[in-house]
Each structure stands twice: as structure tokens, then as C-alpha cells.
């Protein structure tokens, strides 16, 4: 039986591993990956689908600003097991996460994303199309949901981090030491 659950702290060694089975090594290339680099997630909006013990799909969200004066979430990466895909495990990881978000009071997603998948959890292209992400994407892949209505309609300009750092070990200095992440 599939459950989905918040993240916890000792599932971050079997995400990542999830994550590369899932998307490659590559994914930490992508435009969306230079908004979540050295950030943390969204309180609350880190989630995995487990089969008994075993993490089979996670997805996550993250503060972003849509341009001045517009909050969002930027919601990625979606990843499933490739030996349950089909399942509808990501489908029920993205009920859940939107769920989560709107009843956490956040009034809009954003991602970078297979359109026919996610235009039935409601997201549109229309919605960015004044938005623009830190790296050239193929816009009819760069959707957007609005959890209130009208929250994007003023939604213009550059997509930026702004969610809390992480902290990092200091590479120099006193034993113990820590620095926020760039």
C-alpha cells in the first residue's frame, strides 16, 4: 500500500537516489535547479510516497518571488520509481502537494513540466507567459496554477529564490562554524 508522508530528515540519502534513478544526473542542470540550490523547501511541502518502508516517488516546493511583489511556490522535482511508474503515485503526490499548499494559505505554483501531464491538476502556460525563469526554458513547458484566483494576473518579470538558505558546514574557520549557502 502506497502512503504519502512528509519527508523526513533520513529519507534524504533514498530521494536523492530516487531522484537520480528517476531524472538522471543531470537534473541538477536544469533552470529549476538554480532556484532550489543551496535552499531549503517549503515548510510542510516536502513529501514521499512510500511502498511499506521504501520511498518511491517525492516531490517538494519552494519559495520563489514571481516577479515584484508576487509570491509563489516552485514545484519540482516530481520523481516516481521507474519500476512503479504508471501507478499513479505522481498523481497522488500532486493532489496531495497542491492540496498541502493551498490549505497552507500559498496562492500559486509554478514548475517547468510536461504539460499534457500537469494541465489536469490545473496548470496552464498562460499563466506564466510574463514570467521569465533565471535560464531559457521551452515555455509551453513553464506552467503555472493559481491556488486563489487572480494571484498570477499581475505576475511579470524574473523568477527568484526566496526560500530560507540552508546552512552548510564552513570550509575554513573555527571547528563548528557554519555559513548560510549562496
Not at 534513478?21 to 531549503?40: F, N, Q
Not at 516517488?57 to 518571488?65: A, E, I, N, Q, T
Not at 496552464?124 to 498570477?152: C, D, H, N, W, Y
Request: glycine share 12%.
Amino acid at each position: 500500500m502506497i502512503t504519502i508522508t512528509e519527508e523526513q530528515p533520513e529519507d534524504i540519502g533514498a530521494r536523492e537516489i530516487l531522484l537520480d534513478r528517476a531524472m538522471g544526473p543531470d537534473r541538477v542542470l536544469k533552470p529549476s535547479e538554480r532556484l532550489r540550490a543551496g535552499r531549503l523547501p517549503a515548510p510542510g511541502l516536502s513529501l514521499v510516497a512510500r511502498d511499506g518502508g521504501r520511498i518511491v516517488g517525492s516531490v517538494r516546493l519552494w519559495h520563489v518571488d514571481a516577479g515584484e511583489d508576487c509570491a509563489a511556490l516552485l514545484l519540482g522535482p516530481l520523481a516516481v520509481d521507474p519500476n512503479v511508474q504508471g501507478g499513479g503515485i505522481g498523481s497522488a503526490l500532486m493532489r496531495e502537494a497542491v492540496a498541502r499548499a493551498k490549505a497552507l494559505g500559498h496562492t500559486a505554483i509554478l514548475l517547468i513540466g510536461d504539460a499534457p501531464y500537469y494541465t489536469r491538476f490545473g496548470f496552464s502556460a498562460e499563466l506564466t507567459k510574463r514570467l521569465k525563469m533565471p535560464a531559457p526554458v521551452i515555455r509551453k513547458r513553464f506552467l503555472g496554477l493559481e491556488l486563489q484566483p487572480g494571484a498570477l494576473a499581475h505576475a511579470a518579470g524574473k523568477i527568484t529564490a526566496s526560500s530560507q538558505t540552508e546552512f552548510v558546514p564552513a570550509m575554513a574557520g573555527a571547528a563548528g562554524a557554519f555559513t548560510r549557502a549562496a
